[in-house]
């Protein structure tokens, strides 16, 4: 598989795509003045505890103040912890009451481990960790862990043991220190990881400088910027090229990579061409696609991906396509093709939560099993972690794909002016009559001798054509006269009674 990550930079904008087969995969974007906080490390302070929530709001310097459940409250060195995506999977014991755990007014040292999204506040743990290019430290706890997805027995033992012995301890890292393994650390010498160790150590000792010098509201850990995130968490050896449109960014990211990763740093180019990288690539077309509610399949069906506050819904529909043996065949076939595309748009869009697929309903169970199987495949290069369940008596796919930024949609888009989002528009007609019952009121309610009415031009040309002799009716039942004004700033659903 030939993939390629591309590197854009503006000077208040950096976007980089993931390009697999020609195909954008994952589009990823930083802006300078809403740069996610995400991975970032805050010195806060307790302003509520919400007993019955089993939570307490923290204010961390941010426009909002961050959630803290009781669950994200870090225990016990000697208990295990676990990093979300990376780490074995741990079973917690219950946590206690969060009046036990905090008291309003407390400092705390937290981690982001969710952007502020909509109205909702950043998602925060004291469960600290320090991601390089490798590893993952935990500075509270003691445990060496392996990620999930490396798979082969003797390499999660050999990397283990590796850590063990570079960190100091017979089986365990230092004391007050654990690690976990990334997937990226598979096959890598000893001697990266003593690099990725020593790394982490210093950076740990910077937190804890600042932890001690720090304001509250300061933040005392920021994550790398996007362009150094990317080749710190999307480069690995399968990765042909790393294009970058900028001389200065493709200078710091070879430096990060000479220091960090070696043997990749000579895949990182700078890109001269005089056309826009994006656009020889197709990614600025891909990304208006990505906007859009419908996702055309080759075979002639199509997906129609709605996302709610809630949950995001897949509906898959035939459409054009026919198939050339029986009805069965051809849901299978476009099922298929579907599922492969929905792990795909997952990626591409960022959508994270509950996600429900409605697959065309397969009356063969082997068809469901290998539509569900494929859907698992295609998931598999995903790097956000996700959870497909089995078909519901209903004919549903639930799935979870874990969240800790927007959806490129809502980066990218706000909610209509006109319709207020709801993504429908009263019709003309709708508004004409609503019109005539505020003029009822209107009149009913006020003295005037003639009425004004100010309204969209397509609504008001609606009235004049095809209302006109219900308006002469409605005149001589009020006995009043009413002129209509056109106005283009009015929005559709937008109308002004006025008296004269």
Same mark, same amino acid.
């Given at each position: 598989?030939?993939?390629?990550?591309?590197?854009?930079?503006?000077?208040?904008?950096?976007?980089?795509?993931?390009?697999?087969?020609?195909?954008?995969?994952?589009?990823?974007?930083?802006?300078?003045?809403?740069?996610?906080?995400?991975?970032?490390?805050?010195?806060?302070?307790?302003?509520?505890?919400?007993?019955?929530?089993?939570?307490?709001?923290?204010?961390?310097?941010?426009?909002?103040?961050?959630?803290?459940?009781?669950?994200?409250?870090?225990?016990?060195?000697?208990?295990?912890?676990?990093?979300?995506?990376?780490?074995?999977?741990?079973?917690?014991?219950?946590?206690?009451?969060?009046?036990?755990?905090?008291?309003?007014?407390?400092?705390?040292?937290?981690?982001?481990?969710?952007?502020?999204?909509?109205?909702?506040?950043?998602?925060?743990?004291?469960?600290?960790?320090?991601?390089?290019?490798?590893?993952?430290?935990?500075?509270?706890?003691?445990?060496?862990?392996?990620?999930?997805?490396?798979?082969?027995?003797?390499?999660?033992?050999?990397?283990?043991?590796?850590?063990?012995?570079?960190?100091?301890?017979?089986?365990?890292?230092?004391?007050?220190?654990?690690?976990?393994?990334?997937?990226?650390?598979?096959?890598?010498?000893?001697?990266?990881?003593?690099?990725?160790?020593?790394?982490?150590?210093?950076?740990?000792?910077?937190?804890?400088?600042?932890?001690?010098?720090?304001?509250?509201?300061?933040?005392?850990? !920021?994550?790398?910027?996007?362009? =150094? /995130?990317?080749?710190?968490?999307?480069?690995? %050896? +399968?990765?042909? $090229?790393?294009? #970058?449109?900028?001389?200065?960014?493709?200078?710091?990211?070879?430096?990060?990579?000479?220091?960090?990763?070696?043997?990749?740093?000579?895949?990182?180019?700078?890109?001269?061409?005089?056309?826009?990288?994006?656009?020889?690539?197709?990614?600025?077309?891909?990304?208006?696609?990505?906007?859009?509610?419908?996702?055309?399949?080759?075979?002639?069906?199509?997906?129609?991906?709605?996302?709610?506050?809630?949950?995001?819904?897949?509906?898959?529909?035939?459409?054009?396509?026919?198939?050339?043996?029986?009805?069965?065949?051809?849901?299978?076939?476009?099922?298929?093709?579907?599922?492969?595309?929905?792990?795909?748009?997952?990626?591409?869009?960022?959508?994270?939560?509950?996600?429900?697929?409605?697959?065309?309903?397969?009356?063969?169970? !082997?068809?469901?099993?290998?539509? =569900? /199987?494929?859907?698992?495949?295609?998931?598999? %290069? +995903?790097?956000? $972690?996700?959870? #497909?369940?089995?078909?519901?008596?209903?004919?549903?796919?639930?799935?979870?794909?874990?969240?800790?930024?927007?959806?490129?949609?809502?980066?990218?888009?706000?909610?209509?002016?006109?319709?207020?989002?709801?993504?429908?528009?009263?019709?003309?007609?709708?508004?004409?009559?609503?019109?005539?019952?505020?003029?009822?009121?209107?009149?009913?309610?006020?003295?005037?001798?003639?009425?004004?009415?100010?309204?969209?031009?397509?609504?008001?040309?609606?009235?004049?054509?095809?209302?006109?002799?219900?308006?002469?009716?409605?005149?001589?039942?009020?006995?009043?006269?009413?002129?209509?004004?056109?106005?283009?700033?009015?929005?559709?659903?937008?109308?002004?009674?006025?008296?004269?």
């Amino acid at each position: 598989m030939s993939e390629e990550i591309l590197v854009n930079v503006t000077p208040r904008e950096t976007r980089v795509a993931v390009v697999e087969n020609g195909m954008l995969q994952e589009l990823h974007l930083e802006r300078g003045w809403s740069r996610g906080v995400v991975g970032n490390i805050y010195k806060g302070r307790v302003q509520r505890v919400m007993p019955g929530m089993q939570a307490a709001f923290v204010d961390i310097g941010l426009e909002r103040a961050a959630f803290l459940h009781a669950n994200d409250i870090g225990r016990p060195a000697s208990e295990p912890a676990a990093v979300a995506g990376e780490g074995e999977d741990t079973v917690a014991p219950p946590p206690r009451p969060i009046g036990e755990l905090v008291r309003e007014g407390r400092e705390v040292v937290v981690q982001v481990v969710k952007d502020p999204i909509g109205s909702k506040g950043a998602r925060l743990t004291t469960q600290l960790s320090i991601p390089s290019r490798y590893l993952v430290l935990l500075p509270d706890s003691q445990v060496v862990g392996v990620s999930a997805r490396i798979e082969d027995e003797a390499e999660r033992a050999r990397l283990k043991g590796i850590v063990a012995a570079v960190a100091g301890g017979s089986g365990q890292a230092t004391p007050g220190h654990g690690y976990i393994v990334r997937t990226n650390a598979e096959g890598q010498p000893p001697e990266a990881l003593a690099e990725d160790i020593a790394y982490l150590q210093r950076a740990w000792q910077q937190v804890e400088r600042e932890v001690r010098e720090a304001p509250v509201g300061a933040r005392v850990y !920021e994550d790398l910027s996007l362009p =150094l /995130r990317a080749v710190r968490d999307l480069m690995r %050896r +399968d990765v042909e $090229k790393v294009k #970058v449109d900028s001389r200065e960014t493709c200078d710091k990211l070879r430096a990060f990579a000479a220091q960090y990763m070696p043997g990749l740093a000579e895949k990182i180019e700078h890109y001269t061409g005089s056309r826009a990288i994006f656009d020889l690539y197709g990614v600025e077309d891909e990304i208006q696609r990505a906007l859009e509610k419908e996702v055309p399949l080759k075979s002639g069906g199509y997906l129609v991906i709605d996302q709610t506050e809630a949950m995001t819904t897949v509906d898959v529909n035939t459409g054009s396509f026919v198939g050339q043996r029986n009805l069965e065949e051809t849901v299978y076939r476009t099922n298929l093709e579907a599922a492969q595309s929905v792990a795909r748009q997952l990626r591409l869009r960022n959508l994270g939560g509950i996600i429900i697929i409605d697959f065309i309903d397969m009356v063969d169970p !082997e068809h469901r099993r290998q539509v =569900l /199987r494929t859907l698992e495949k295609s998931l598999v %290069r +995903d790097h956000a $972690k996700t959870t #497909v369940y089995d078909f519901s008596p209903l004919g549903l796919v639930e799935m979870t794909r874990k969240r800790t930024v927007d959806s490129l949609q809502r980066q990218l888009s706000e909610p209509c002016h006109e319709c207020g989002g709801r993504g429908m528009l009263k019709t003309a007609e709708t508004v004409t009559y609503e019109i005539f019952r505020e003029v009822v009121r209107a009149v009913r309610q006020f003295e005037a001798a003639r009425l004004l009415v100010i309204a969209s031009p397509k609504v008001v040309a609606r009235i004049t054509d095809e209302e006109s002799a219900a308006v002469a009716e409605l005149e001589e039942f009020l006995g009043k006269s009413i002129r209509f004004q056109a106005d283009a700033q009015y929005l559709q659903e937008q109308f002004d009674v006025v008296l004269l």
